[in-house]
């Protein structure tokens, strides 16, 4: 595909569809105060995590009034069953990624979080993600493309908990 300056472009017809469409999502099981008190502790080890995230006494004279989760807490961290995909045989180049040519070549730009209200116990959270947009320039790596994806995680009275916008870079 050229652009206008007749110049190479590292987007295609399928990302230009996807653009700002919504994907379907998942659905977490509900989340435990168990669940709550676990990451909080695992994400705080050796400290003592906050109270807010595992004392209900504390937790209830809060504005929360209830054990929060920390906002890094993840309600899809939990193993799921799920089909698993067959895998190529050994020796096999199906599935294979020709990572030499234009494009195919990438690495993580980050990711920038927002948060809002935050997760408790009872609560069912979903996800969602879809292509936000795209710049695509030259650099020194040379023609190169910028992709933000945008993920959104809300909870059953569709509050927002969280945006994502994580930066995928190809060249």
Do not use: C
């Amino acid at each position: 595909m050229a652009t206008e300056h007749d110049q190479e472009t590292l987007v295609s017809a399928a990302m230009m569809e996807r653009k700002g469409v919504w994907r379907p999502g998942k659905v977490s099981p509900p989340i435990t105060d168990s669940d709550i008190r676990r990451w909080a502790i695992a994400v705080h080890w050796p400290e003592e995590p906050p109270a807010i995230f595992w004392d209900a006494e504390y937790a209830a004279e809060t504005r929360w009034g209830t054990i929060i989760a920390p906002p890094d807490f993840n309600p899809f961290a939990w193993p799921v069953t799920s089909p698993r995909a067959a895998k190529p045989k050994s020796g096999s180049s199906e599935g294979a990624k020709d990572r030499s040519s234009k494009g195919r070549r990438g690495m993580n730009g980050g990711q920038v979080d927002t948060y809002g209200v935050p997760m408790r116990a009872g609560e069912v959270i979903s996800a969602r993600n879809r292509l936000r947009d795209w710049d695509e320039r030259e650099t020194r790596l040379g023609q190169t493309l910028f992709t933000y994806t945008e993920t959104e995680w809300r909870n059953q009275d569709d509050e927002l908990v969280k945006r994502r916008v994580s930066t995928g870079i190809r060249y």
